[in-house]
């Protein structure tokens, strides 16, 4: 049975290759580390590789740098696919940002000359700064919907649940479990990676206290009246929701008739009905699993025959 740290022993072997023999082709090596997690190669190639070369180089300058600091070269390699997301707003030296109704998921602009807000200066540094928040919103709706779902239902209400096949590639691979350490730790790396790419006389070069308060001081900022274009927060105590005050009326009708003991149990018995789809097709996973590791044996044996 494969564990985590059976993975991991994975991993380090592959990596010890390239201290072993620095000629080992790198590509070989991305092959073997997808294949450790599990991942499409078609979709996870170019990354893997990337990385391996990276470590390649760092072991080349100096070998004691990767044991030192394991983690460089995936700063590294996260900081090039920043860098990426950062030059798509230099194409127009611009950048708006929208408040959205979150229940209609349409455009929250009431007339007001506020929004979209638009950005001129220092793009990358606020792309850079927005960044952690807005992969900790992706991986929240991906756990919550298993899957790009969730974050299509989030931008475009009217094609959910009709996702793309193109996305559908893009999550091939991400984790849809809501496992709190994990996330907690992507948002950390993520947010030193992005922290350490922003320039020292940037005006959102923050630390401390101004740093956790970026997001309400901007807000503040570009909109002192605090309008927010007509969105006011509406909650049932275990969630909030930005919404106009039509999409609010409809939430109050919708609880109210949810509230209902026949809606109530037809939204039961839906629910359960999803968990038992979910469980037969864990257990059909864990059956293809245990027949693919079954071949494995038995091509061991017979290559050794």
Known sequence: RETLITRSKKFQTSIESLFMTPNTDPLKIGKAILGTFHLDVNDYFDMATKFVLIVKDEIKNDPNSFIVDPMAPVHKLLSQYASSIAETFTVTNRGYLY??????????????????HVFRDHLSDIVYKSLPYMHTCVSSVSCAEEGPRGLLKILSEGSYPNVPESWESAFSGIPTVPIRRRMVAELKILHEVAHSMITSQSPVALNGEAEMQFLGSLYLHIDSARAYGGLRPITDDSGTMWVTEES????????????????????????????????????????LEKALRKSQRELERMREI
């Open 99 to 116: 408040l959205v109704d979150e229940y209609s998921c349409t455009l929250a602009l009431n007339g007001n000359a506020t929004y979209p």
């Open 248 to 287: 609010k009326e409809q939430l109050i009708k919708e609880s109210a008739q949810e509230s209902k003991p026949e809606r109530v149990y037809e939204i039961y018995a839906r629910e359960e009905a999803e968990f038992d789809k979910m469980e037969g097709k864990q257990r059909k996973i864990a059956q």
